[in-house]
């Protein structure tokens, strides 16, 4: 690595350099940036936490070399500021801490793929924080030999990408890893390096793409971290009223050219060291705007470092995806993201929690978004529609006797738009149980979920194997109907023609089809019982209800 680069905001290599690494004749050696610190000393197991001072380089680069060290040695490093004051950190380039908080780890990093990252335009995206999804908070476990239960339940419900919420090391389990102690260091509640590589690999050999979730504007203000690191504010705002953020996490200055080549070097340790598909921003709003504020205006630095980040993104071959906690459409095509993801189902989900008799005012509303142009566009149920108001999208649902029925004929219009998929995991079992940071996953389902799940794996089955949902150059026509909130509309590709037909009052509607049609999904099972294998020329929808349809 070019040490001049990385001081001048330039280098995405300091992975590579910086943090320790293995030496051919034994031991590793230990590099640190901390331009401002007179000495730094280093202590860990293997020299019986003896500390030993590091030799500076006019670059503020501190190095030191331990034949002794080994994998699985803690360690840590004492810096002393200008003022002699002596402070114990972590490493910001170390691979995993330990469960103290206080010392970084030496990591087994080998490993080498078998499998490819996986191509694909589609994308139906399981959103999962793993730690919580697991219970690994609470148990240890082989994460490699979990990922192929995981696996194979994605993959039987017909998604294309696993995304994991923030895999770093956290201080706050509640910040669910939007609050890292830096951007470098696993989770240490997922087991070792090597085995997050496994399941990377494991997930590829499978055809699953996988995601990456980061918020690149904030860390944690853990003593041991990031914060005043080498007795500067190295990382951190030099501006009291802009050094925390509104939710008491500590922005990352981009302005500063050491914190640009930190991130940068961050993200390509993800994309080249764990063959990951690619990068979700979350909370891209923090980073565009002062604070994550709109009133306060563009961040100018930030503004232009996200165009350099989502370059270095495709320079490394993979793509990047842009997420906001508002339902405001401020992401623009200018900052270079692959994909976006789009809050329009939350409008929708609003729709739902009504009184059926006021639905039909927000018509326009659903015909807006079977209309819109979704290119570059992620319709997602992410888990800010779960997690931030502690109950599912399904709990959601107007009433009490009729939320399945409701929320089956919700999950059918966000299948049937032509627009890629994400949500939330237990959305697919249409959980009504309450949301809370680090539920576990559902082990034991009810008889309604049981059906539901059944029924939403029908649904994805369809709208993935058919190319009138998922092929590119497929076709969405809306259709005038007669009716209180009724919708119409039809994928077309080529000769396949489906229709589908959504019935959001407490009425029952008989339809003319006006042509011959099979019902091959419906979200009531004895409608669908009943014409299954059987051409039709009407239908009659009871309340709550939809259906597909396939020309014949």
Known sequence: ??????????????????????????????????????????????????????????????????????????????????????????????????????????????????????????????????????????????????????????????????????????????????????????????????????????????????????????????????????????????????????????????????????????????????NVDLIKFSNIEKLIYWQGDFSRGINTNSYEFVKTL????????????????????FIDKELGFDYIEDNSLREVIKIFQKEPFFRNNYKKTISKLINKDMSGRILALNYLDSLLEGCSPAMKMYGQDYKYDQYKTFMTLLYTLKADKMIFSSDEIGDLEKRYVGKPKKVNLNSNQSEFASFFKSLTSICTKNKAFSDKNSEIIDLDIEGYSIFAYKRLY?????????NLTDIAYSIDLRNTYMIILASDDKLYQKHKDKLMEKVKLNKFSSCILKKK
């Open 310 to 329: 989502n370059k270095k993104i495709h320079d490394l071959k993979s793509k990047s995806i842009a997420s906001s906690a508002s339902s405001k459409n």
């Open 1 to 274: 690595m070019n040490t001049r680069e990385y001081l001048h905001g330039q280098s995405s290599e300091g992975y590579k350099f910086f943090g320790c690494h293995k030496r051919k004749e034994g031991g590793y050696i230990f590099r640190l940036l901390a331009k401002e610190a007179t000495k730094v000393y280093i202590a860990g197991d293997f020299n019986d936490w003896k500390k030993e001072s590091a030799r500076k380089y006019p670059t503020g680069v501190f190095s030191i070399r331990n034949a002794k060290a080994k994998e699985g040695d803690r360690y840590c490093y004492y810096i002393e500021d200008k003022n002699s004051k002596l402070i114990q950190k972590l490493d910001p380039f170390g691979n995993q801490i330990d469960p103290s908080l206080s010392y970084s780890v030496i990591a087994d990093t080998d490993y080498k793929f078998t499998s490819k990252k996986v191509k694909t335009d589609k994308l139906n995206i399981f959103q999962v924080n793993i730690q919580s999804y697991f219970d690994l908070y609470n148990k240890k476990t082989n994460l490699a030999f979990e990922a192929k239960e995981l696996i194979s339940y994605v993959k039987d419900n017909n998604f294309t990408h696993i995304e994991l919420m923030p895999i770093v090391q956290v201080k706050l389990v509640d910040s669910l890893g939007y609050r890292p102690i830096n951007l470098i260091s696993l989770d240490q509640s997922l087991g070792i390096v090597k085995e997050m590589k496994e399941f990377v690999d494991l997930c590829h050999k499978n055809k699953l793409g996988l995601i990456l979730d980061f918020d690149f504007s904030e860390f944690d203000d853990l003593k041991q971290g990031l914060k005043e690191f080498d007795g500067t504010r190295m990382y951190e705002s030099d501006y009291d009223d802009i050094r925390y953020n509104y939710f008491s996490g500590m922005n990352f200055d981009t302005s500063k050219n050491l914190v640009k080549s930190y991130i940068m070097s961050s993200l390509e340790y993800w994309i080249n060291e764990f």
């Open 494 to 502: 080529k000769n396949e023609e489906f229709l589908i037909l959504l």
